[in-house]
């Protein structure tokens, strides 16, 4: 499913995108390019490229504070799919552009606060934008529950960032979080010291609290929230997607078998 809203905000971050006047250096050389070579078909190639050179900057800018892995590369495919698309003419003028550019390191804007934060307002609203529909998607299949009376305030804060985690599609942290409901609601119903994890659930089937699925259920939570934790190889392994989805549903299925008075909204 497609949603409505997301569509017309992606045309409309396009329009504001294009609408901005800020451009690193390396992109005034393309503009220079553009105004130099006004041959058939080169304007709207030129044009293409600064935008995948804009949208590599802000990618960049991002990637520089929240992550471990390699830059991107500033001749993308995006890029490159324009590129061999121009007259001979102005791909000497851009790739001397490109070279004299790099050489003086006038393509990083890192130095312009103003233009730091007009790359990250540009790659995060991209973001979220493109996330929208992937999280309209997930929601929808959630059935609606109402919340237990006996829910205390640390299990509802787990559920709801649980539930955060999986619309917008961050795995370890929905894995982790559905652990931790469930050893939270565990701890609820079957009180005292235990072991281990394990030993708890087992208690709880004792008790009658989990029935035979719902404890099959717990060891499935558990396991994927332990490997989401100590071992990402193991649980990256297959369908992510598929496996959140897994965890979540049946997480949700034993609060409400746990807890007791969660009733079907629906």
Known sequence: MTSRRAKLMREFLEMCNDAKDSYSTLEEVFLFAQEQYVLEGDDVHIQEICRALKDVAARRQA??????????????????EHFWALSPEAQHEIQTGIKNSEARKADDPWADPKLRSEYLDRHFASEVVEMLDNVVDRATALTPIIAPRSAGAEIQAYFAE?????????????????????????????QGRFDSFSER??????????????????????????????????????????????????????VQELLGDVADAS
């Open 63 to 80: 990637l520089l504070r929240t992550s471990l892995s390699a830059l991107p590369e500033v001749m993308n495919e995006n890029f490159l």
């Open 201 to 254: 659930i087992e208690e709880a089937f004792a008790l009658g609290e989990l029935s035979q699925e719902s404890r099959v259920w717990a060891y499935d939570v558990k396991e994927i929230g332990d490997k989401a934790i100590h071992n990402y190889q193991r649980f990256s392994r297959g369908d992510l997607s598929d496996k959140i989805q897994e965890c979540i549903v049946k997480t949700r299925a034993i």
């Open 162 to 190: 649980a539930h955060q985690a999986y619309l917008f599609g961050f795995p370890v942290a929905c894995a982790v979080l559905c652990r931790a409901i469930l050893e939270c609601a565990l701890r609820m119903k079957v």
